[in-house]
């Protein structure tokens, strides 16, 4: 279910988007002639009023054309007065930036829901998620990726909540964590509840690499690498302990939530930025460790990690909020780039030279275009291991 609500999910934000900026101009009276999903060439289109509206081949994002948004577009005399171009400085404003802020509603709109129907998550005094033992995501792999997790092995799935180990009842997940770690490599019989039943399955636990850790310090040799140990592999990860809360906490938790993501959207933007020489050096030289830093994920990435219809739901409020701080760019051609135009001929009374910005508006595509294609290489061919 996941999936399919990750992707409609990914189609929805494009057309909001795109539908905030055509009703906006659309109100003020300014005429938009093409309002498309994707880009390249058409697949199918119909006509309707003075708009054609249609799908075209890339599904990569949308556009509406708006007349007179383009300042050396040729416009006949007869509609001047309803392109973008001469509008006042209020009603460009509003155009340009309702994509933007469609972002925001629906991140606020889905973040609500999570909080409402699922509540919020319990912290421990160190303010770190609390674990139960239920089981919220089963690895379909290793961390290798090149073996079954003995988790999706031994047939688990999400929802099952762990009860004993080898006969003796599990209090906690830590408790459980440190059972596995301990017997890597052994066979172990896993008693658990589903639906109501309760069951054993037998199971042959794994090995992986773990940093090792003392004192709650990660322990680093004296090249200042991490040190890691063989440990017990089970592939699993735990729901977390909820609290329900009211309307106000929904509310605050969504503002929250937003601010949260937007701070994290402005720090994963920059270090994209200056990391991005690093980031191709490591998709030809394999340096993981940089991958694992800064990477790029495409809508495919997406997709895969979609899982829990509550984790999906967080997952798309996020996906939004970024998108909507990248748009908010004051750069040539993204949303902030047009605002920051509409705002300078606002302060200077008259409208800037256009074409010194084409360059601006080269590079800017250039890079999202590359960082695109990098995201949608690293999904296909690197994709990131649950």
Sequence with gaps: MGTAVMIIGIVLMI?????????????????????????GPRIWSTTRGETEYGIKAIPLGGYVRIIGMNPLEEIDPGEEERTYRTAVFWK???????????????????????FATWGTVATDDAGQP??????????????????????????????????TYDGAPIATWDEFVDLVRADGGETAVIGFERDGERAETTIQLAYTDVPVVVDDEIVLDQDGNVVYEK????????????????????????????????????????????????LIASIFGGNQEVLD?????SPIGLVRLAGPLESTLMMLALVNVFV????????????????????????????????????????????????????VYLDIFKPIQM
Excluded: C
């Design 15 to 39: 057309v909001i988007h795109e539908g905030a900026h055509f009703v906006a101009a659309k109100a003020f009276g300014m005429k938009a002639t093409e309002a498309f999903f994707g880009f």
């Design 293 to 297: 830093e800064v990477r790029p994920i």
């Design 130 to 163: 609390i674990p139960t033992l239920t089981l919220s995501v089963v690895a379909a792999t290793t961390p290798d990726g090149n073996t079954a997790s003995p988790a999706s092995t031994a047939g688990f799935l999400a929802g099952d909540t762990l009860e």
């Design 92 to 114: 460009k404003s509003v155009v340009v930036l309702a994509g933007i802020f469609s972002h925001f509603v629906v991140a606020a709109i889905l973040l609500a829901i999570v």
């Design 231 to 278: 440990a017990g592999y089970f592939g699993a990860a735990p729901e977390v302990a909820r609290e329900h809360v009211g309307f106000t906490g929904v509310v605050a938790n969504v503002f929250e939530g937003i601010g949260r993501a937007v701070t994290q959207s402005v720090q994963g933007l920059w270090q994209m930025i200056v990391g991005f020489p690093k």
């Design 324 to 375: 909507g701080v990248l748009n908010f760019i004051p750069l040539y051609p993204l949303d902030g780039g047009h605002f920051a135009v509409a705002l300078y001929e606002k302060i200077r009374g008259r409208a800037p030279d256009v074409t010194k910005l084409m360059p601006v508006a080269a590079v800017v595509i250039i890079f999202l275009v590359t960082v695109g294609l990098m995201g």
